[in-house]
């Protein structure tokens, strides 16, 4: 009996101590906010920033374009561009999304580079997001998988 209220009350502190939720913060853009674990570093580099763990198993990165003049009937073939993907076009997911937005996502591996690429643009008329994830493929399972789709959904466009 004691023994099984040991085991109970090791389970419930493991329980307790990996359910907490990550301490986050979130980046604050004119045009966008997107969330991130508190001890991830962040590198904006103009209209590019990468947000990512100290160790560097992966990124996200989000790219903004204004005045862009791409057509919506291009727009897959752009993305499976950016990784140089044979994909068919039918593999990117599209559909209308918030304030006036057209939501693409698009999923890959790269089998060279053994990496997860998460890809997700919003485009309206002229302007364009892109945000990506880039994951090593050995950490690309529980908490890290997790954390990068947390911070990538946690992206918001304010206007």
Known sequence: MTKRIALLLTFLISFIVFAQKT????????????????????????????????????????????????????????????????????????????KGYTEYHYEYFDEKEKLYWITKVFQKEKELYLITINCKQKYWNGNYMTLFNDTFNSFKIKK
């Open 23 to 98: 301490a986050t913060k979130v980046y604050d853009n004119p045009n966008y906010s997107i969330s991130f674990p508190e001890i991830w570093k962040v590198m904006n580099s103009g209209e590019i920033v990468n947000i990512f763990p100290d160790n560097q198993v992966g990124a996200i990165t989000i790219s903004e374009y204004h005045n862009l003049d791409l057509p919506k009937n291009e727009t897959k073939k752009f993305i499976l561009a950016l990784y140089q993907s044979t994909d068919e076009e039918s593999k990117i997911k599209s559909r209308n999304g918030k």
